[in-house]
């Protein structure tokens, strides 16, 4: 029992299960159904529930891991100075692709929750998914959304979008590494911005750039919305 609390623990068997999926990920070939996020996060959902282990004590076990999450970020910066020449070419399509991109993940979320028949605080939840997990999740705070849908719709958005974006992007014909990595970041954030890293450094600077950008976008987007669905519902009450 003291060994299930233990830090070393859970901090080695997720180290270890990462390495497990990365590998099976190579030996299929790159299958985009087998990407080692997608893996690894079943496997330890999995050992989680056989061993009857709450998720607060995995994530206390796994805080030095999570500590890394935040200079990993940063460090994306460094590809991205390195690109910044091509980035000054083409700012005026990056910004166009940063509005229709942010704009459309969220009323394409918005608009098929509402179409379901989703409730107001479902539709909060999901408007943010295609940003990072901690700015989604502020948001659903914020506006009394649930918190733990926004984590889950933040988590298949990324999956998801890394699945289809490789075999897409192909179909399509796009092979410029620039445009790739944006539309994964933009589309996938976190999850894509991982996958373009592993692809191209071109591919991972503009899928970090994207990323940051969207989450900005984001939380400037869904406060307006908001905004404007309350300024709805108080004119048609009077």
Request: a positive charge; hydrophobic letters at 60%; one cysteine or more.
């Amino acid at each position: 029992m003291m060994l299930a609390y233990s830090p070393l623990l859970w901090m080695t068997l997720t180290v270890l299960v990462y390495l497990a999926a990365v590998w099976l990920y190579l030996r299929s070939g790159k299958n985009p159904f087998l990407i080692p996020v997608l893996t690894a996060v079943a496997a330890l959902i999995a050992v989680l529930r056989l061993t009857d282990t709450p998720y607060p004590v995995y994530f206390e076990g796994t805080k030095f891991i999570h500590f890394f999450v935040g200079p990993v970020i940063v460090a994306l910066a460094v590809p991205l100075f390195n690109q910044i020449k091509r980035l000054k070419e083409i700012w005026l399509p990056v910004t166009v692709a940063l509005l229709v991109g942010s704009s459309t993940a969220i009323l394409s979320a918005v608009l098929v929750g509402w179409a379901l028949g989703g409730s107001v605080s479902t539709l909060i939840s999901l408007a943010p998914k295609s940003a990072t997990m901690p700015i989604a999740m502020a948001l659903a705070d914020r506006f009394n959304g649930v918190v733990a849908l926004a984590a889950v719709a933040v988590a298949i958005t990324g999956i998801g979008g890394t699945i289809i974006a490789r075999p897409l992007l192909n179909m399509l014909g796009i092979q410029d590494p620039a445009v790739r990595g944006f539309s994964l970041g933009l589309t996938a954030h976190a999850i894509g911005t991982a996958r373009a890293m592993q692809t191209n450094e071109t591919a991972g600077a503009f899928a970090a750039l994207a990323m940051a950008l969207n989450g900005v976008a984001t939380a400037l987007i869904v406060p307006l919305l908001f905004w404007l669905y309350q300024a709805c519902i108080a004119r048609c009450a009077m």
